[in-house]
C-alpha cells in the first residue's frame, strides 16, 4: 500500500509519537501529523491522498469524509469544561481555553456554539498548552473532550473541576482528496486499536 | 559519558549561541530599508493596516516570524525588516516613518535597546503598540518602555517541572536553583508559581560573579535537599570556565539528579549536563505575540494598561536518553510527551 494522509488532530501525545505510532499501524503510508492549522492548511495542498481530522475541520474545508470514527457506538464525543477549585459554568466564564482547530474566528465561533456563550478564546496549539492556561491564571476555564481529562489531570495537582457540556462533537473521520485516498480509508478503517484509540475511536465506520 | 573539558569546550559556542539566540552578528548598518526587507505579505490589500517587525535573521526569529504570519497575513500587511546588534536607532526611527505602522513587533535585546533609545529620543512622540518577544528577563526592562507589551522568553520553572512530572518517576518533587542576588525576585516569582502545583523549590544564592568553587559547593549543597535541578538560562551562571569547572563536575558527582536546562544544545549525548531541556516553540510564540497584536487591534490600537507581560505558552522539549536511562526512571511511554530524544 502507498499513499500521503495527512493527520489534523489534537491528542495527548506529541505529535512526532502520533506520526510514529500511526506509520508502523499503516505500513507503507506516508504519515504527515500536524497540530497547527496553518500547516494543515499548508499540506492539504501538498499532494495529499487522504485527510483525518475532525469533522467540524473537514466541513470547513469542503472535504466530505468517507469514514467515520466511532466510540462505545457513537460518533460524537463528549466535551468538557474545566476550571480550578470550582467546576465552570459557561454563562459566567469570560475566557476559555481551547484547542485552535480553525483559527480565530473559526475557533471562536466553535467554541461559542458549543458552550453557548461568547467568551474571550485563549487558542493553544497542542494538548499539554492547555494546562498552562490554568497554571497562569490566562483563562477561567479550558474545553476539551471528556477522554482527555484524565490526561490533563495526570501532569498536575491543581484541584481541577469538570462541567459536562450538552453538545456533542464529531469524532475523527477521514476523507479521501487523492488517487490512493479510497485504499487509504480502507487501511484506516482496519488499523490496529490501541493506534486508532489514541484519536479517541474504537470503530470505523 | 561524561564529557572531557576538550570536548565541550568544543561545544561551547554552539550552547553560547542558544543561549543568545537572540543576539545575531550580521553588519550593515548603511542598509536601507528595503534592503532590510525580510518579509513582506500584502494580501490583505493596501488599505490592510501594517504591522512592523523588527528582528535579526535567524533561525528562530525567522520561526516566531512564521508563527505571526500565519495568524496576521490575512488581515493585516506585515513587514519583516532586519534589524541586528549594530543597527543604529535611525533603522527604527525611519521605518516607522515610512511604514507608519499600527503595530511593531520587536525580536531580541538589541532591538529593544534600539527602540528603546528611539523613545526616549523622541519623549513627545506618541509610539504604536508594540509587542516584544525573544528578549532575557523581559519583566526588568518594560517599565523602561512606552506602549509595550510582550511575552517573556524564559519558561516558567512551573512549565518545565509540569513536563519533567510527565517523564520521570521522582521521589518527590523538590527542584533546586542556583541563582544570584540579582535575579532574587524572578527566582521568587517562579517559586510562587511552583506553590500552584504544590512543587517546592529550594534555593542556592551565589554572588553575582561567583567562581566554579563556590558554584560546585552551592551544587552539592542543594544535592542534599532536592530530587531535581533547574539550570537557569543565566548567562553570569553559564559561562564557559563555570560549566566545564563548576555544572559538570557538580551534577556528575553522586547523587545523581536530573537537571532541567533552558537550551537545547545543553542536553547533549556527549555531556551529562542538561538532562532535559524546555524552551519555547517559536512559532507558537509568534502565535501568541499575534494574538496579543489582535487583541490590541480589538481595543482601537492600545495596549491594555495594566497589561503586564505574559509568559510563553508553548513549549518545545528535548531529553538526553542515555543520561536518563542510566541513572533515572522513565515512566511508561513517557518518550510520547518529548519532542526531541537525544542518543
Not at chain 1, 481551547?98 to 467554541?111: I, Q, S
Not at chain 1, 495526570?154 to 456533542?168: F, P
Request: with cysteine; hydrophobic share 45%; charged share 20%.
Amino acid at each position: 500500500m502507498s499513499g500521503r494522509l495527512l493527520v489534523y488532530l489534537h491528542v495527548a501525545i506529541k505529535q512526532r509519537a502520533l506520526q510514529s505510532d500511526m506509520e508502523s499501524a499503516l505500513p507503507g503510508v506516508e504519515v504527515i501529523a500536524v497540530g497547527r492549522v496553518a500547516d494543515f492548511e499548508r499540506l492539504l495542498k501538498d499532494r495529499v491522498d487522504a485527510v483525518l481530522a475532525l469533522p467540524v475541520v473537514l466541513s470547513a474545508y469542503k472535504l466530505s469524509p468517507g469514514l467515520h470514527g466511532q466510540r462505545a457506538g457513537s460518533s460524537e464525543e463528549r466535551y468538557v469544561l474545566v476550571g480550578v477549585g470550582s467546576a465552570p459554568v459557561a454563562s459566567r466564564i469570560t475566557s476559555v481555553g481551547a484547542l485552535d482547530l480553525l483559527g480565530r474566528e473559526g475557533t471562536n465561533a466553535f467554541v461559542k456554539n458549543l458552550i453557548g456563550a461568547s467568551p474571550k478564546v485563549e487558542r493553544v496549539t497542542k494538548f499539554e498548552d492547555l494546562l498552562p492556561l490554568l497554571q497562569m491564571q490566562r483563562a477561567d476555564c479550558v474545553l476539551l473532550p471528556a477522554r482527555l481529562v484524565p490526561d490533563l489531570a495526570r501532569a498536575s495537582k491543581l484541584a481541577l473541576m469538570v462541567q459536562d457540556i450538552q453538545k456533542g462533537v464529531g469524532l475523527p473521520a477521514a476523507a479521501s482528496v487523492g488517487q490512493n485516498g479510497p485504499e487509504l480509508l480502507r487501511a484506516i478503517s482496519r488499523m490496529r486499536a490501541n493506534v486508532a484509540k489514541l484519536v479517541g475511536v474504537d470503530q470505523w465506520h | 559519558m561524561a564529557l572531557t573539558r576538550r570536548i565541550f569546550l568544543c561545544t561551547l559556542p554552539l550552547c553560547v549561541g542558544i543561549l543568545s539566540a537572540c543576539s545575531p552578528s550580521l553588519h550593515d548598518s548603511s542598509s536601507s530599508d528595503e534592503s532590510r526587507e525580510l518579509f513582506s505579505i500584502t494580501s490583505a490589500g493596501p488599505r490592510a493596516p501594517t504591522i512592523l517587525v523588527f528582528m535579526p535573521d535567524t533561525t528562530q526569529t525567522q520561526q516566531v516570524l512564521s508563527g505571526l504570519r500565519d495568524e496576521l497575513g490575512k488581515d493585516y500587511r506585515l513587514v519583516a525588516l532586519r534589524v541586528d546588534a549594530s543597527s543604529p536607532p535611525s533603522v527604527i526611527e525611519g521605518a516607522l516613518k515610512r511604514y507608519a505602522p499600527a503595530g511593531l513587533v520587536l525580536m531580541n535585546n538589541p532591538t529593544v535597546s534600539a527602540y528603546k533609545a528611539v523613545q526616549r529620543s523622541h519623549p513627545e512622540m506618541r509610539f504604536p503598540p508594540a509587542v516584544v518577544v525573544m528578549t532575557s528577563f523581559l519583566e526588568t526592562q518594560a517599565a523602561e518602555l512606552r506602549g509595550t507589551t510582550g511575552i517573556s522568553y524564559e519558561v516558567p520553572l512551573i512549565t518545565a517541572m509540569t513536563n519533567l512530572r510527565r517523564l520521570l518517576a521522582l521521589p518527590s518533587e523538590r527542584v533546586g536553583v542556583v541563582g544570584r542576588a540579582g535575579l532574587r525576585a524572578y527566582i521568587h516569582r517562579q517559586i510562587e508559581l511552583c506553590a500552584l502545583e504544590k512543587i517546592p523549590v529550594v534555593t542556592e544564592e551565589v554572588s553575582q560573579r561567583p567562581n566554579p568553587s563556590e558554584l560546585k559547593r552551592a551544587i552539592r549543597r542543594l544535592k542534599q535537599r532536592v530530587d531535581v535541578i533547574w539550570i537557569m538560562n543565566d548567562d553570569k551562571l553559564l559561562t564557559p570556565r563555570l560549566i566545564s569547572e563548576g555544572w559538570m563536575p557538580g551534577l556528575d558527582e553522586r547523587p545523581w539528579l536530573p537537571s532541567i536546562v533552558g537550551a537545547a544544545s545543553l542536553v547533549s549525548a556527549r555531556s551529562n549536563l542538561g538532562t532535559f531541556a524546555v524552551l519555547p516553540d517559536h512559532v507558537a510564540l509568534g502565535s501568541q505575540a499575534a494574538g496579543m497584536l489582535l487583541d490590541i487591534a480589538d481595543d482601537d490600537w492600545q495596549v491594555p494598561s495594566g497589561h503586564g507581560i505574559d509568559l510563553p505558552l508553548s513549549t518545545t522539549t528535548t531529553i538526553d536518553l542515555a543520561q536518563t536511562e542510566e541513572r533515572f526512571t522513565l515512566k511508561t511511554d513517557a518518550l510520547q510527551q518529548v519532542d526531541r530524544i537525544v542518543k
